[in-house]
């Protein structure tokens, strides 16, 4: 964010609160490489924080009173104690701040009211994690605010817990993780149990490229929580916690004992465990070849074993992949139901790329795709 920017936005919290803010806190969306439906099973994934995010900006106040204005909701605005947190059904977007402000109650950090401007520019509902980016800036927010030291790890705990916990989402712990902790230029290979992680460069001359099918996701949070638990209940089956202990060939050989529903669901987590951990060694060595049939596959698997994804998300990774071959890759990233395709282009190719989904996309479906570049960013907390 430049000078200029960072100036519009102060003068608005001056023109809502008649004081300047004193913390400016900012916390990234992000875009998952690869590894999608394994962060709740316990697996990897290999997310990157991008240069679409959330700002808050924020006052303390002396009582227990938090004040919040929403700039992309038409400057709509809640205000509540935090000695009486509730579920508010009419402002959702409000729950977000709830449940982190009671979060970091019940870890026992200490704070007080606040009044808190919000602002950004993660496109919403589109998976690009808009609410974890919000969660992480509220928690960041705070922590500058009443000067308590908190871990980007902690912070991702708490913004998951809100989510799980408050908002009413199953959600596992990467969008928040990595929003708390991406690193510029690279990609994160995170273990969703142990919570460790390395980075891997993104190559300077491959551009990440988000492509919006501008479908809206439905019935996402109870489909979501509905692959969850199917994925649990294969876990029991196995008499595991997470299907992360479970192997290819422990489901192969169970095969006829469980529903074929069950099984592809399961099949789909295990084998995108392996690509996961496949592609952050393809990264590193710089091999795009290995790359591109692992972003196949993994779109494949979503789309046939998961079924998470829509005809639309289909044929944009149909497009793109005839464009790129085996040059890049090009897969659906997030939830799906929805939402948007990540494609990983050489920076020579972005063009053609753009050319091939801005005429194929509209002709076929009468939907106009947003196309973003992205570059990978720093997160939240990141040292
Ligand atoms: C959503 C959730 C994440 C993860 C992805 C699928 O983004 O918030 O925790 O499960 O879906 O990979």
């Given at each position: 964010m430049n000078m200029y920017e960072l100036t519009f936005l102060k003068q608005e919290f001056y023109q809502a609160y008649s004081c300047e803010p004193q913390v400016v806190a900012y916390a990234p969306g992000r875009v998952n490489l690869i590894g999608d439906h394994t962060d709740y099973n316990d697996g990897w994934v290999l997310p990157a924080a991008v240069n679409f995010g959330t700002h808050v900006l924020a006052n303390p106040r002396n009582d227990r009173q938090i004040r919040v204005i929403a700039k992309d909701y038409n400057d709509e605005s809640v205000c509540f104690d935090l000695a009486s947190i509730s579920f508010n059904q009419q402002v959702p977007w409000s729950n977000y701040v709830a449940g982190v402000l009671n979060e970091l109650m019940i870890a026992g950090i200490e704070i007080n009211g606040a009044d808190l401007w919000v602002c950004g520019?993660?496109?919403?509902?589109?998976?690009?994690s808009s609410s974890a980016s919000f969660e992480i800036a509220v928690v960041k927010a705070f922590s500058l605010l009443f000067n308590f030291d908190i871990s980007g790890e902690l912070a991702a705990k708490i913004g998951q817990r809100a989510e799980n916990r408050f908002v009413g989402c199953n959600c596992g712990i990467m969008d928040q993780f990595i929003s708390a902790l991406g690193r510029q230029g690279q990609a994160m290979l995170l273990?969703?149990?142990?919570?460790s992680y390395q980075y891997a460069s993104i190559p300077n001359d491959m551009a990440i490229m988000i492509v919006n099918s501008n479908v809206k996701r439905e019935l996402v949070d109870s489909e979501y929580n509905i692959r969850r638990q199917q994925c649990e209940q294969v876990a029991k089956f196995f008499n595991k916690?997470?299907?992360?202990?479970?192997?290819l060939a422990d489901l192969e050989q169970a095969q006829a004992d469980l529903e074929p529903q069950l099984f592809r669901r399961a099949w789909h987590v295990v084998s995108e465990n392996a690509r996961t951990l496949r592609a952050y060694t393809a990264l590193n060595n710089h091999d795009i070849h290995t790359l591109s049939q692992l972003m196949a596959d993994s779109h494949a698997s979503l789309r046939?074993?998961?079924?998470?994804?829509?005809p639309e998300l289909d044929l944009l990774v149909e497009i793109l992949s005839a464009v790129l071959g085996e040059n890049g890759g090009a897969r659906m990233t997030g939830g799906g139901f929805g939402g948007c395709v990540v494609a990983l282009v050489p920076t020579s190719m972005v063009d053609v790329a753009t050319a091939a989904v801005e005429t194929q996309y509209p002709e076929k479906t009468g939907i106009t795709p947003d196309i973003y570049l992205c570059t990978a960013e720093t997160g939240a907390f990141t040292a």
């Open positions: 520019n993660v496109p919403q509902g589109a998976g690009l273990d969703c149990r142990e919570l916690k997470a299907l992360r202990e479970v192997s046939n074993d998961f079924e998470v994804t829509t």
